[in-house]
């Protein structure tokens, strides 16, 4: 993915209500944004906002069916969605092991210099 691609991605799954409408097409396939306003804490129009920004990161695609138009979840899209939140995760997971080791390794070496100060003390 591009870096505006990425900034879109995290843009649009970083705001809850974002989410939460995502579930909600997860779950029940492809919707009307009204059917969506029935089941979330928010308007029409934020329903009709928070699609949008998820058009636009390409997590949702929308066809015209008559007079309504029905929204669905990109799966493809998704899939590297989450690919790419799974590397960031293995990314964090890489930076904390190696805090953690030079943590380790600082402690280790403060004892021993512990240990040979208490030595060098007369008793």
């Not at 402690?107 to 030595?119: I, L, M, P």
């Amino acid at each position: 993915m591009t870096a505006q691609a990425d900034d879109e991605l995290w843009s649009a799954i970083g705001d809850p209500s974002r989410r939460q409408v995502l579930d909600l097409l997860v779950s029940n396939g492809e919707v009307t944004a009204s059917w969506l306003a029935g089941r979330v804490p928010f308007s029409r129009q934020a329903v009709s906002k928070h699609l949008a920004v998820l058009e636009r990161a390409g997590l949702i695609s929308r066809r015209k069916q008559g007079r309504e138009v029905l929204c669905q979840v990109r799966a493809d899209r998704l899939d590297q969605a989450t690919r790419a939140m799974a590397e960031v995760a293995a990314q964090w997971d890489r930076r904390l092991a190696m805090i953690k080791r030079l943590a380790e390794a600082a402690h280790a070496e403060n004892q021993k210099r512990t240990r040979g100060k208490q030595e060098e003390e007369p008793s």
